[in-house]
């Protein structure tokens, strides 16, 4: 069992930079897998990035290029993705979330934030 909470969204202009934090809590969830999707409005949730339990091998979507990075407390299993460089295309609600296996398909996570939304404008 977990418990999800997303927060640092927010509207800012292209080339802007954003934090998003997801705080985490419940028994396991030092054992999960993190990720973070995102879902723009009449597009499918998509995945962003992912890191271990461990806070090592971090996964990134294409379309970051280098601009994001994903971090792990793993003292009290915050999650951060810094995200840097920012685009319209970027604009969504972004969702944590943790699961038992490492996976870019958001199926095969278990557990859900309510979502923040990123909006970038032009």
């Known amino acids: 069992q977990a418990s999800l909470m997303e927060s640092g969204g927010g509207l800012v202009q292209a080339g802007g930079s954003l934090r998003l934090s997801c705080a985490a809590s419940g028994r396991s969830v030092s054992r999960y897998v993190m990720g973070w999707f995102r879902q723009a409005p009449g597009s499918d949730r998509e995945f962003v990035a992912a890191i271990n339990s461990n806070a090592a091998n971090p996964v990134y979507a294409d379309f970051v290029k280098g601009r994001f990075i994903i971090v792990r407390d793993t003292r009290d299993d915050t999650v951060y993705l810094t995200m840097n460089n920012l685009k319209s295309t970027d604009t969504a609600v972004y969702y944590c979330?943790?699961?038992?296996?490492?996976?870019?398909?958001?199926?095969?996570?278990?557990?859900w934030g309510q979502g923040t939304q990123v909006t970038v404008s032009s």
């Open positions: 979330s943790a699961g038992a296996i490492f996976s870019t398909e958001a199926w095969e996570y278990d557990y």
